[in-house]
């Protein structure tokens, strides 16, 4: 028999708390207050929830199978007659109702020319919170900034009279073939920018022939973004190690089971960095007056909210310990510097993702396509470029980009940030013409520098001298500023007078 809402209501406070997901009701309870803190999120949003329906907050950033995956089956109380629970009436929020006329006035998807015109539209049109969480990087944002502006310090040297007319920029990655050396890396929360979550990032994959890696923390399960895959699409999937590694075995099983190729552990989150951005979008939460008097947690943002199980004691000693649960090949995940690289060699993995989080963790890290420039040689030196595959990711924006990392060496770049705009923008349709601009702008560059496939790719057709240096101590050029005309984004299309 359902419950009745009056009956879940009466449960709504640190000792006993129940709260409504999907149309069920669960209990988080014990004996001290203290214990509905165990929640990832904190105690601030389950009493936020306590004794009424959180499906709407709950529902973007948790997979929908996570009550039955982690929560005791005794704390499962069963369904609840929704006719029964009182509907909580919202007040006017004139920020939303201005978003909503953004929504409408967005700028048409053919007007997007470029992967960072996904970026402003998503700017304006998405919700304070979701913008905060996908936008949001450490401390100061430097690292984040640099990851593209690191490229603008590589130049070209392209090589002329090559017959050009037929390029080819397929490649293999991990084994797989795949259209462009780009795949679409891991990020969380998908639901926070379109309701339909990471699927949308596997159906466009699927279209442009692109490896999708989904992500520990996505706001879909695992099994969703799987079952949407199609044909012989090839995923991997990225792993946050959890303290309990019975836990973290059961998900490198069941991936492996379910046909992921590829397992690449995240290396460098023993605790997730201080996003500002995304702390303070969540600052005026109105759950933050909570009942009894218990401490309250201002929000530490989305990112927090879902990351405490990460294990902070992973080591190198860990790593036959995955060796011996997966026959996946192993890639560690936000490899920072050379002599790291060659302790993966010697790990016996096979690849590495030079990263910084794209700048959400350390601030001050060097990006990955520097990364990469001083890594290479080394590789080559000792006769270990063939040992192990090297991708890159953080701050790919342009075809050229990518061109540069594979002329350096890399096996393959990932983007996420991009796509996850395009998705909260334009849905699949923004997805895709993403990929597409990139693959345009490849054919591109491509033929400008004198290659027709990515094997004739080599490090002497870049000019890194300027690459290592952090600053410029030139004076700028105030008069040039003054008279260059900027780049533009595209402009909202006036209000309908209908």
């Known amino acids: 028999m359902a419950l009745k809402g009056d009956e879940v209501a009466r449960h709504a406070d640190a000792k ?28 601030k949003i389950i009493l936020k929830y306590a004794g009424k329906d959180a499906t709407e907050e709950y529902e973007p950033i948790h997979p929908p199978d996570t009550l039955d995956k982690y929560l005791d089956k005794s704390k499962h109380l069963g369904p609840v007659d929704m006719n029964t629970v009182a509907k909580e009436e919202k007040e006017d929020d004139p920020e939303e109702e201005a978003r909503l006329e953004r929504v409408a006035q967005k700028p048409l998807l053919e ?5 960072h015109d996904f970026e402003a539209v998503a700017r304006r049109i998405m919700k304070r919170a979701a913008w905060g969480y996908y936008s949001s990087a450490a401390d100061d944002e430097i690292t984040m900034r640099e990851n593209h502006s690191a490229f603008h310090r590589i130049w070209f040297r392209p090589q002329v009279l090559v ?3 037929k390029v080819d920029f397929s ?19 998908g639901k926070l920018g379109n309701p339909e979550g990471e699927v949308v990032l596997t159906r466009a994959a699927h279209s442009h022939n692109i490896i999708q890696m989904i992500p520990t923390l996505a706001s879909c399960s695992f099994d969703e973004i799987v079952d949407a895959a199609q044909g012989d699409q090839v995923q991997w999937l990225q792993l946050y190690v959890n303290k309990d590694r019975e836990i973290t075995r059961r998900i490198v099983e069941h991936a492996e089971k379910r046909g992921c190729k590829g397992l690449f552990i995240t290396v460098d989150a023993p605790q997730l960095g201080r996003r500002e951005k995304d702390m303070r979008s969540k600052f005026t939460d109105p759950g933050s007056k909570i009942q009894a008097g218990l401490p309250t947690d201002t929000s530490q943002g989305a990112a927090r909210a879902i990351s405490s199980f990460i294990d902070p004691g992973l080591s ?3 790593i036959p310990w995955f060796q011996s649960i997966t026959k996946m090949p192993i890639i560690l995940k936000g490899v920072q510097r050379v002599e790291d690289v060659l302790k993966a060699v010697d790990a016996g993995v ?12 350390l601030d001050f890290a060097r990006s990955g396509i520097e990364v990469l420039a001083e890594t290479m040689p080394v590789l ?4 270990l470029d063939g040992k192990i595959e090297v991708f890159i990711d953080g701050g790919i924006r342009r075809g050229t980009d990518i061109l540069k990392a594979l002329c350096l060496g890399a096996t393959g770049v990932g983007i996420g940030r991009p796509f996850l705009y395009a998705m909260s923008a ?3 349709d923004g997805v895709e013409r993403a990929m597409q601009l990139l693959k345009d702008e490849m054919e591109m560059n491509m033929r400008l520098i004198g290659c027709t496939s990515v094997d004739q790719l080599h490090p002497g057709l870049l000019d890194t001298r300027a690459l290592f240096s952090h600053g410029n101590a030139t004076p700028a050029d105030h008069l040039s500023s003054v008279v260059y005309d900027p780049l533009s984004v595209p402009a909202q299309r006036p209000k309908s007078k209908l």
Do not use: F
């Open 16 to 43: 006993s708390c129940w709260v409504i997901v999907h149309g069920k009701a669960t209990e988080t309870r014990a004996a001290k207050p203290t214990a509905v803190v165990e929640h990832p999120g904190g105690q």
């Open 111 to 115: 007007q997007c020319y470029n992967l």
């Open 163 to 165: 017959d050009v007319e």
């Open 171 to 189: 490649t293999t990655m991990l084994g797989t073939r795949t259209s462009i050396p780009v795949y679409v890396t891991a990020t969380a929360l």
């Open 316 to 318: 190198w000693a860990d």
């Open 350 to 361: 096979q690849g590495v993702v030079l990263s910084n989080h794209g700048g959400r963790q």
């Open 380 to 383: 080559r030196e000792r006769g």
């Open 426 to 428: 334009y849905g699949q």
